[in-house]
Nanobody
Framework: QVQLVESGGGSVLTGGSLRLSCTASGFTYRAFCMGWFRQTPGQEREGVAVISSDGISTDYADSVKGRFTISRDNPQNTLYLQMNSLNPADTAIYYC????????????????WGQGTQVTVSS
């Protein structure tokens, strides 16, 4: 069955870095665009970064541009999110997701989701 498993979350101080990973199985990973989303209690899930199936095209939320980098390793079925210069506003549960078409930063329409990994940034 389809599985997306996130890892790499944790607690850091403002200005710190984390690298999230998402390992995929059960579907043709290289055919899907992938994305990272995040959610805090009482808020809608928001798109953080997305990447095309071939890894060439990326898009980022304005709030993370210049600080976060999304990448993928297709032979290893793995998605990454390098997060630098973290601040408390980045605190959230981070989810990876997979979609075949129209892979924008909106959370609707993404077919596969992981369980999420908590990122906490304290000042």
């Amino acid at each position: 069955q389809v599985q997306l498993v996130e890892s790499g979350g944790g607690s850091v101080l403002t200005g710190g870095s984390l690298r999230l990973s998402c390992t995929a199985s059960g579907f043709t990973y290289r055919a899907f665009c992938m994305g990272w989303f995040r959610q805090t209690p009482g808020q809608e899930r928001e798109g953080v970064a997305v990447i095309s199936s071939d890894g060439i095209s990326t898009d980022y939320a304005d709030s993370v541009k210049g600080r976060f980098t999304i990448s993928r390793d297709n032979p290893q079925n793995t998605l990454y999110l390098q997060m630098n210069s973290l601040n408390p506003a980045d605190t959230a549960i981070y989810y990876c997701a997979a979609k075949l078409f129209n892979c924008g930063l909106r959370a609707d329409g993404w077919g596969y989701w992981g369980q999420g990994t908590q990122v906490t940034v304290s000042s």
